[in-house]
């Protein structure tokens, strides 16, 4: 793995432990290029999939904490490759809120296929696969 691939992958582990944290606003935003392109496809909770833009991806954050209290990321497999990288993911999160038959406090759990493109050090692209556990 040359240098810039080692890089990539550092930089998608410190954003998966942002996001973990609960990162919002300026310091998430740091993460991506201005121009980011953020596509998660048809999913369990997004039917239509979903395109977004940096604003779009900072308010989807505000709008996750309001309904997660925690969520975490377990890499399970990652490959990097010049200016991609390719992440297979364990995420788990914890509603704030009851959703569907889950009550406030219970655990959704999914697994992410996540691929990133980066130049100089940001996020220029993004395509999430999420694969929802039944709930």
Known sequence: MTATETDNLALVRRYLAAVASGTTGGALAAFYAPEVVQEEFPNRLMANGARRDLPAILDA???????????TFELLNAVAQGDQ????????GTLAIPFGALPAGGQMRARFAQF???RAGRIVAQRNYDCFDPW
């Open 116 to 118: 990133f493109e980066l």
């Open 85 to 92: 990288v390719a992440a297979e993911i364990q995420w788990t």
């Open 61 to 71: 954050a505000v709008r996750g904490q309001a309904v997660m209290t925690a969520q």
